[in-house]
């Protein structure tokens, strides 16, 4: 069985949940407490052993290039300041160079369409597909659970979590079959189902193991919900053709492509980071008592 070495990271959405932040920088560069979104997915790929990291981007995204690459001058004067600690730790999380790939989605058809634009980088082997939107700051991540289950299982892999039944209409959402521990076969997934017509309250998150198959796929993939050309409906069709299992990952989620979630993150990380928690929880506890 191949390993997982690649992670597709589609970058080119628009970000129109949470304008005006996301007008003129891309909304992957959103910081929580200390860090860009980006940052957190690339980690949890790296702690999956995922170490190859393919950016699909659009117009507008040029920074977060910039982040991926080193900063000469601000290194030379964090340097020269004596602010090593700093300086160590930009350099600790940089990618290694060669390691980050770039090809554009050069009009906004659908999440399929934008891991289709990946086929060349990917090549013929299985690959992650991660959402930046959604992130998973605890360890062990979601990837690395589901490389580990994959590890047992071998072929496609979603991650799923449950949600209340009136919220299907704004996910992928899988129709179960069996359940063996934290992993669910199925028979099938649809794309934001409204609840009346849902197979399940499991949603789709942003995390995937996906076989190259999956190109062919969608490379004949007519456009379904919203217009787009979406990657539940080719992941749909695999199902009927290879092992495809969901899983449920253990461990909190943030959507930071909605302003409730982005304000969460940011409170939730506030409060376990090491520098800050003493201080913001203090301010935290004044202000809910407002
Ligand atoms: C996409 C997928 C959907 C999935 C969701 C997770 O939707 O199409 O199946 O449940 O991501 O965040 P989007 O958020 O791009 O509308």
Redo the contacts with the bound molecule.
């Keep these: 069985m191949k390993p997982v070495r690649k992670v597709v990271i589609p970058v080119a959405g628009l970000g129109t949940r949470v304008l005006p932040a996301t007008k003129s920088i891309p909304k992957e560069l959103l910081p929580v407490v200390d860090r860009p979104l980006i940052d957190y997915v690339v980690a949890e790929a790296r702690e999956a052993g995922i170490d190859d990291v393919i950016l699909v981007t659009g117009r507008g995204k040029g920074a977060i290039e910039e982040y991926f690459d080193h900063a000469f001058e601000l290194e030379a004067t964090l340097a020269a300041k004596g602010k090593n600690d700093v300086l160590a730790a930009l350099k600790a999380a940089l990618p290694k160079a060669g390691t980050v790939s770039y090809t554009r989605q050069q009009a906004p058809l659908g ?1 399929g369409h934008a891991v289709w634009c990946a086929r060349a980088l990917v090549g013929d082997e299985p690959f992650a597909v991660s ?1 930046p ?2 992130i998973v700051p605890e360890r062990p991540g979601f990837l690395k659970q589901m490389v580990d289950a994959y590890a047992q299982t071998g072929g496609n892999i979603v991650a799923v979590e449950e949600v209340p039944p009136e919220e299907t209409s704004k ?2 959402v899988i129709a179960p079959k069996a359940r063996k521990g934290e992993l669910i076969e199925m028979t099938g997934m649809v ?1 934001k189902p409204a609840p009346k017509d849902a197979p399940s309250n499991f ?4 995390r995937y193991i996906l076989q190259p198959e999956i190109f062919a796929l969608l490379e004949k993939q007519e456009r379904g919900a919203g217009g787009e050309i ?3 409906d080719s992941m749909n069709a695999l199902v009927r053709e290879q092992t495809f299992h969901a899983c449920l990952c253990k461990g909190v989620i943030h959507d930071c492509g909605s302003k409730l979630g982005w304000l969460q993150a940011n409170v939730d990380l506030g409060l376990k980071s090491p520098e800050l928690s003493q201080a913001f929880r203090k301010f935290v506890e004044t202000r809910v008592k407002d």
């Design positions: 999440l959402l939107d959604e996910y992928g794309e949603r789709i998150i942003g979406q990657l539940t």
